[in-house]
Every structure is written in structure tokens, then in C-alpha cells.
């Protein structure tokens, strides 16, 4: 598959069998992020090569609860490299600076 854009349906290949998913994210060329609905575990995401997907054009019966996943899940810091700040805080934890302790008098 060529172009993989968030909310694409696609299978997934790879295993004994194929499973639907849709497109999450794809934070890089050679990986792409999947929600899934593995039948042991229920709904998640794995990532996977782009080489292991397909599309597909009709929605499946799983796809409500996919959609769900994605829904309630954080969308990904687009841009930013590991250990950079994200949102632009100077610090991160705590916003002020520590009080002044007094000595008990």
C-alpha cells in the first residue's frame, strides 16, 4: 500500500489470518499504528510494517469498537522528537517555583 492516512480502513496480514483494522498513525515510513481487534485480548494497537497492509473498502463488524479505541485515545505528538517538550513548558511537573520555608519562629 502506498499512502496510509489516519482513520483508513485496511487488513492487516502477516499472521494465520487477516485481521480489519484502521489506520491510527504513521510516525514513520517503515511503521505504521493499527487498531486492532485481537480475538484473545479485544481492541488495541500494534504497530506494523506498511508492507503487511491492504485495503479494504466495506466496513466490518468490529469497526464500531475501533472506532471507539481511537476516539478515547490521545491523538499522537505529531513533529516532536523523543525527550523534547510538547507542549512548550519551560519546565515540566511542577509550574512554580518552591515557596519560601520559614524556620518555625
Excluded: C, W, Y
Amino acid at each position: 500500500m502506498d499512502l496510509t492516512g489516519a482513520g483508513q480502513l485496511v487488513k492487516v496480514g502477516g499472521g494465520a489470518k487477516e485481521l480489519d483494522g484502521i489506520v491510527f498513525d504513521t510516525p514513520s515510513s517503515s511503521k505504521v499504528i493499527v487498531a486492532v481487534v485481537d480475538p484473545n485480548r479485544g481492541p488495541r494497537f500494534r504497530s506494523v510494517s506498511p508492507d503487511t497492509l491492504s485495503e479494504r473498502a466495506q466496513e466490518g463488524p468490529d469497526d464500531r469498537a475501533l472506532r471507539m479505541l481511537i476516539r478515547r485515545t490521545p491523538s499522537p505528538a505529531q513533529g516532536s522528537s523523543r525527550g523534547a517538550n510538547g507542549g512548550g513548558h519551560a519546565r515540566s511537573g511542577h509550574q512554580r517555583g518552591a515557596m519560601h520555608r520559614t524556620t518555625g519562629k
